[in-house]
């Protein structure tokens, strides 16, 4: 099985810019469809978005669709998450999970998701 690690989360202030990746610590191919989820402290871990296994489909929570952009780059073996125009709301400790069983009809769902990384912190301040 793969184990996922993020990476590029961090402080920045509001209208700005940060770009999360995923990748596999041990150098195993991800070969799944990926999400990316956040929670925030209190509040339920909620969907951001979801990319099918080779990058060409890609889904996003409607409220962020136009911000947010999700691709992979399957050659470097990591998926990313382009966080643009954040706004303090968009703060929370984002993941990434694979989705093993291919459940493509549940995506927004983080039952259907059975691999998660350890989170990466976004803090957005104004």
């Known amino acids: 099985q793969v184990q996922l690690v993020e990476s590029g989360g961090g402080l920045v202030q509001a209208g700005g810019s940060l770009r999360l990746s995923c990748a596999d610590s041990?150098?195993?191919?991800?070969?799944?469809?990926m999400g990316w989820f956040r929670q925030a402290p209190g509040k339920e871990r909620e969907f951001v978005a979801r990319?099918?296994?080779?990058?060409?489909?890609?889904y996003y929570a409607d409220s962020l669709k136009g911000r947010f952009t999700v691709s992979r780059d399957n050659a470097k073996n990591t998926v990313y998450l382009q966080m643009n125009s954040l706004k303090p709301e968009d703060t929370a400790v984002y993941y990434c999970?694979?989705?093993?069983?291919?459940?493509?009809?549940?995506?927004?769902?983080?039952?259907?998701?059975?691999?998660w990384g350890q989170g990466t912190q976004v803090t957005v301040s104004s």
């Open positions: 041990g150098r195993t191919p991800i070969s799944y469809a």
């Open positions: 999970a694979a989705d093993i069983r291919q459940m493509y009809t549940h995506y927004m769902n983080v039952a259907s998701y059975e691999l």
């Open positions: 990319i099918s296994r080779l990058g060409g489909t890609a």
